[in-house]
C-alpha cells in the first residue's frame, strides 16, 4: 500500500506542468483523494440517486 501511494504521489507531481506552485499540487492531491474516496463509497453501495442529486442542486439554487 505504502509504495502504491508513492507512485500515485510521484504521478502526481510529475503530471503537473513546470510553472506549477504548491497549491496547484494540494488541489490535485485534494481532487485525487476525492474521488478514490467517491469510488470506495460507490463500491460499498453508498450511492445516492440522480434524482435526489436534482432535488437538492435545485434546492440550492
Do not use: C, N, T
Amino acid at each position: 500500500m505504502a509504495a502504491a501511494f508513492k507512485q500515485q504521489a510521484h504521478q502526481l507531481v510529475d503530471d503537473l506542468p513546470d510553472e506549477a506552485s504548491w497549491e496547484d499540487l494540494i488541489y490535485q492531491a485534494a481532487l485525487h483523494r476525492a474521488i478514490e474516496k467517491g469510488i470506495e463509497q460507490a463500491d460499498a453501495g453508498q450511492l445516492i440517486a440522480a434524482e435526489d442529486v436534482l432535488r437538492q442542486l435545485e434546492l440550492a439554487a
